[in-house]
C-alpha cells in the first residue's frame, strides 16, 4: 500500500528543539513503555480483530484545510475518498497494484505494489513495536534523553539497528523513538531528517489508536490527519476494493500505453517529440517545421495540431494558432477540449478579445475545474476586466491546486492589493518571494503595498530591490523619490528626480514632483522654475495649477494662486480647490466670492467648505 501511506506520517527534523538534561535509563524507559502497553493492543491489520475497519477524519494539506476523509481497510486491501471543492478523489489498493482517481488529473492512474514498507522502512500495516524489535530483530538501545519536540517535552530513546525479516532497514544506523513523559505511549520514530508522528491516543474496544497524525516536510509542506472515528463494527463491502468496468477500461489502456512504450516509435511520433523538445527550448519556428513534417504524414493528428498551435501563438502567429487550435477541436474527442478551448482563450488573451478568452476559459473550467492552468489564465484574465474579486477567486483556486506555486501567491497579492486587503496582500508577497518569485516588478508591487500599509523603510528596501534587478524602470526611481519624500528625505527625493530628468527631459510629472520637493525645502525660485516647467509642458493637467497655486500663496502672491486655482477648475471640478481659492480670496478681502467658492465646495461634499461658509459667511 505504497500510495496509502497514512499509518506511518513524516515529521521534519525542524520541529525538533536542544535536548535537556537527561532524567531516565533506557532500561527503565522501555520497561516503563513495555508496562504502560501491555494491557492494550495495537494497530495491526493482520490481527482478525483489526483486519477491517474504517477511519474517518479531515485532513489538511497546506492551505487546503478540513477536506473529509474516509479510509477503509478490508485484510490487505484499503480505499481512501476525500472530497475537495464538490470532487471525489478515491484511491484503491489490493496486494498487487492500486489506482487513484484525482480530480485534479485526467482518468485514472495505476501503480503496482511493491511491498507494505513506510518511508523509514517498517510494516506500514502495523504500530511500530519496540519489544520485537528488540528482543527478535536485536536492536541494541543506546541511550535516553529529554527532548521537545514542537511544544512538546518528550523522552528520545535512540537504538542501533540491525538488518531483519521484520522490516527493511540496514544494520548499524541510529534510530530515535519518542515517548510521552506521563503515559510513556510511543509517540514517534525518527531517522535522518524523516520523522513519523502520530498523537492523542484514545482506547477503542482495547486497542491503543491516535487520533492525530502530522507530517511536515521541506517536499510537500505540513500534512495533518485528525481521526473522529475509528469503526470496527461496520460489515464492509468486499465490492468497494474491486475494479469497476470504468476502471478496468482505463487499466487495459493503461497496459497498452505501457506496452508502447517499450516498442519502437513511429516516425510521427519521432517528429511530434523532437519537435516538443524544441518548443521547450523556445526554438518556435524550428519546432514549427517539425510539426510541419509531421503533419505531412498524418494531417488529422489533433494532438501535432495542437502543438503546432502553441509554437505558432508563441512565435506571434496568432491567427494561425487559432486555426490549429480549431482544426484540433474538429479532430479531437471530448477529453481534449478543455485543452483546446484552454489554447484558444489564450490566444483570444494575445489578440485582445477578452470576452472571447473568457468564453474559452469558462468552458475549459466546466470541464476541468481543477486545472491550476486554467485557473492561472482566467484569474489573470480578470485583472483586464478590473475584475479584482474574481482575481481573488481564481487565484485562491489554483493555489488550492498546488500551492507551491509562487505566480499564484504573486498574482493574488496584486489582486489583493487592489480591493484594499493590503496586509493579506503584503502575506501573498511574501510567500510568493519564498516561493521563488524574485522579479523586479515583483519587488516593486509589493514596495507599494509596503507604503499603503505605512511601513516605509521596509517599502523603500523593496524599490530598491526592484532597482537592482531592472535599473531602466523610471517608475521604480519615481516611487522611491515618493517613499523619501513622505519620510521627509526631501534632498534624497530631488536626487531621484534628478536621475529621472537626465535619462529623460521630457517627464512633466518628474518636474512637477521635484517642484513640490523644493518647496518643501524652502527653495522657492527652484520650485516655481519647475512647476512652470511643467505646465508648459502638459497645460491640461489641472494638479500642475493647483501645485503652483500652492507656491504662489506661500510668497503671498494670493492674485496669482487665484488665476491658478481658476486654470485648474476650468479643467476639473474639485470641492477642495474651491475652497482654496475661497481662502485665498479671504486674504485678498473679497469676502462675496469667496462666499461663492466655500459655498460649491460644500455643496460638493467638503466639510472645510462648510465650516468656512459658517465662520466667513454669517448672514
Given at each position: 500500500m505504497k500510495n496509502l501511506s497514512l499509518l506511518a506520517l513524516m515529521l521534519f527534523l525542524g520541529l525538533t528543539q536542544p535536548a535537556l538534561a537527561q532524567e531516565i535509563s533506557t532500561k527503565k524507559l522501555i520497561n516503563n513503555h513495555f508496562k504502560a502497553i501491555e494491557k492494550y493492543k495495537t494497530l495491526d491489520i493482520e490481527d482478525e480483530s483489526m483486519e477491517q475497519f474504517i477511519m474517518r477524519g479531515t485532513m489538511a494539506v497546506g492551505e487546503i484545510k478540513n477536506i473529509p476523509l474516509t479510509i477503509t481497510y478490508w485484510k490487505s486491501h484499503a480505499r481512501m475518498e476525500m472530497e475537495f471543492m464538490g470532487a471525489k478523489m478515491i484511491q484503491v489498493s489490493n496486494d498487487s497494484i492500486s489506482w487513484t482517481k484525482d480530480p485534479f488529473a485526467k482518468g485514472y492512474t495505476?501503480?503496482?505494489?511493491?511491498?507494505?514498507?513506510?518511508?523509514?522502512?517498517?510494516?506500514?500495516?502495523?504500530?511500530?513495536?519496540?519489544?520485537?524489535?528488540?528482543?527478535?530483530?536485536?536492536?541494541?538501545?543506546?541511550?535516553?534523553?529529554?527532548?521537545?519536540?514542537?511544544?512538546?517535552?518528550?523522552?528520545?530513546?535512540?537504538?542501533?539497528?540491525?538488518?531483519?525479516?521484520?522490516?527493511?532497514?540496514?544494520?548499524?544506523?541510529?534510530?530515535?523513538?519518542?515517548?510521552?513523559?506521563?503515559?510513556?505511549?510511543?509517540?514517534?520514530?525518527?531517522?535522518?531528517?524523516?520523522?513519523?508522528?502520530?498523537?492523542?491516543?484514545?482506547?477503542?474496544?482495547?486497542?491503543?489508536?491516535?487520533?492525530?497524525?502530522?507530517?511536515?516536510?521541506?517536499?510537500?509542506?505540513?500534512?495533518?490527519?485528525?481521526?473522529s472515528e475509528y469503526d470496527f463494527e461496520t460489515s464492509i463491502d468486499a465490492a468497494l476494493f474491486e475494479m469497476t468496468q470504468e476502471v478496468r477500461e482505463a487499466y487495459s489502456a493503461h497496459l497498452q500505453a505501457e506496452k508502447s512504450k517499450t516498442s519502437e516509435p513511429s516516425p510521427i511520433q519521432v517528429l511530434f517529440e523532437e519537435g516538443v523538445s524544441l518548443l521547450g527550448e523556445k526554438k518556435y519556428d524550428d519546432a514549427i517545421k517539425k510539426f510541419n513534417k509531421a503533419l505531412e504524414i498524418n494531417a488529422n493528428d489533433n494532438i501535432v495540431l495542437?502543438?503546432?498551435?502553441?509554437?505558432?501563438?508563441?512565435?506571434?502567429?496568432?491567427?494561425?494558432?487559432?486555426?490549429?487550435?480549431?482544426?484540433?477541436?474538429?479532430?479531437?474527442?471530448?477529453?481534449e477540449y478543455p485543452t483546446l478551448y484552454n489554447n484558444l482563450g489564450l490566444a483570444k488573451y494575445y489578440l485582445g478579445d477578452y470576452k472571447g478568452a473568457r468564453a474559452d476559459y469558462e468552458k475549459a473550467l466546466e470541464a476541468d475545474s481543477f486545472n491550476i492552468n486554467y485557473n492561472q489564465n482566467m484569474g489573470l484574465l480578470m485583472f483586464r476586466f478590473d475584475d479584482y474579486e474574481g482575481v481573488d477567486k481564481y487565484y485562491s483556486r489554483a493555489?488550492?491546486?498546488?500551492?507551491?506555486?509562487?505566480?499564484?501567491?504573486?498574482?493574488?497579492?496584486?489582486?489583493?492589493?487592489?480591493?484594499?486587503?493590503?496586509?493579506?496582500?503584503?502575506?501573498?508577497?511574501?510567500?510568493?518571494?519564498?516561493?521563488?518569485?524574485?522579479?523586479?516588478?515583483?519587488?516593486?508591487?509589493?514596495?507599494?503595498?509596503?507604503?499603503?500599509?505605512?511601513?516605509?523603510?521596509?517599502?523603500?528596501?523593496?524599490?530598491?530591490?526592484?532597482?537592482?534587478?531592472?535599473?531602466?524602470n523610471n517608475q521604480y526611481y519615481y516611487n522611491l523619490?515618493?517613499?523619501?519624500?513622505?519620510?521627509?528625505?526631501?534632498n534624497k527625493a530631488v536626487d531621484q528626480y534628478n536621475h529621472l530628468l537626465r535619462?529623460?527631459?521630457?517627464?512633466?510629472?518628474?518636474?512637477?514632483?521635484?517642484?513640490?520637493?523644493?518647496?518643501?525645502?524652502?527653495?522657492?525660485?527652484?520650485?516655481?522654475?519647475?512647476?512652470?516647467?511643467?505646465?508648459?509642458?502638459?497645460?491640461?493637467?489641472?494638479?500642475?495649477?493647483?501645485?503652483?497655486?500652492?507656491?504662489?500663496?506661500?510668497?503671498?502672491?494670493?492674485?496669482?494662486?487665484?488665476?491658478?486655482?481658476?486654470?485648474?477648475?476650468?479643467?476639473?471640478?474639485?470641492?477642495?480647490?474651491?475652497?482654496?481659492?475661497?481662502?485665498?480670496?479671504?486674504?485678498?478681502?473679497?469676502?462675496?466670492?469667496?462666499?461663492?467658492?466655500f459655498k460649491k465646495a460644500a455643496e460638493l461634499g467638503n466639510e472645510d467648505g462648510k465650516q468656512a461658509l459658517s465662520e466667513h459667511c454669517k448672514l
Open positions: 495505476f501503480e503496482k505494489e511493491d511491498g507494505d514498507v513506510d518511508a523509514l522502512g517498517f510494516d506500514e500495516t502495523k504500530a511500530y513495536d519496540l519489544k520485537e524489535l528488540i528482543e527478535l530483530a536485536g536492536w541494541e538501545p543506546l541511550e535516553v534523553k529529554e527532548t521537545v519536540l514542537d511544544s512538546l517535552e518528550v523522552y528520545e530513546l535512540m537504538i542501533k539497528t540491525k538488518a531483519s525479516d521484520l522490516n527493511d532497514i540496514e544494520s548499524d544506523l541510529t534510530y530515535s523513538f519518542y515517548f510521552e513523559k506521563d503515559t510513556y505511549f510511543m509517540i514517534g520514530v525518527s531517522h535522518d531528517d524523516v520523522y513519523s508522528l502520530s498523537l492523542n491516543y484514545d482506547v477503542i474496544d482495547n486497542i491503543l489508536l491516535p487520533t492525530v497524525y502530522l507530517s511536515i516536510s521541506e517536499e510537500d509542506g505540513v500534512m495533518r490527519m485528525d481521526i495542437n502543438r503546432r498551435g502553441l509554437a505558432k501563438l508563441y512565435s506571434g502567429d496568432t491567427y494561425g494558432a487559432i486555426a490549429d487550435f480549431g482544426r484540433a477541436m474538429e479532430l479531437a474527442d471530448s477529453t493555489i488550492a491546486i498546488d500551492s507551491t506555486v509562487g505566480k499564484s501567491y504573486y498574482h493574488r497579492a496584486i489582486g489583493r492589493a487592489e480591493l484594499g486587503k493590503y496586509e493579506e496582500a503584503y502575506a501573498d508577497y511574501v510567500k510568493a518571494g519564498e516561493l521563488g518569485v524574485d522579479l523586479a516588478e515583483y519587488h516593486n508591487y509589493k514596495a507599494v503595498t509596503l507604503y499603503r500599509l505605512e511601513r516605509y523603510s521596509e517599502a523603500g528596501e523593496a524599490v530598491q530591490a526592484a532597482i537592482e534587478r531592472d535599473s531602466t523619490a515618493e517613499i523619501y519624500e513622505v519620510n521627509e528625505e526631501y535619462r529623460d527631459s521630457t517627464l512633466h510629472r518628474v518636474y512637477a514632483a521635484r517642484a513640490l520637493a523644493y518647496w518643501e525645502l524652502s527653495l522657492m525660485k527652484a520650485a516655481r522654475a519647475d512647476i512652470d516647467k511643467a505646465i508648459s509642458m502638459s497645460p491640461e493637467s489641472a494638479v500642475y495649477y493647483d501645485y503652483r497655486a500652492y507656491i504662489k500663496e506661500e510668497a503671498g502672491d494670493y492674485t496669482g494662486a487665484i488665476e491658478d486655482y481658476t486654470s485648474s477648475l476650468n479643467l476639473e471640478q474639485d470641492a477642495n480647490i474651491y475652497y482654496r481659492r475661497g481662502l485665498a480670496k479671504i486674504n485678498i478681502s473679497n469676502k462675496f466670492d469667496a462666499c461663492t467658492d
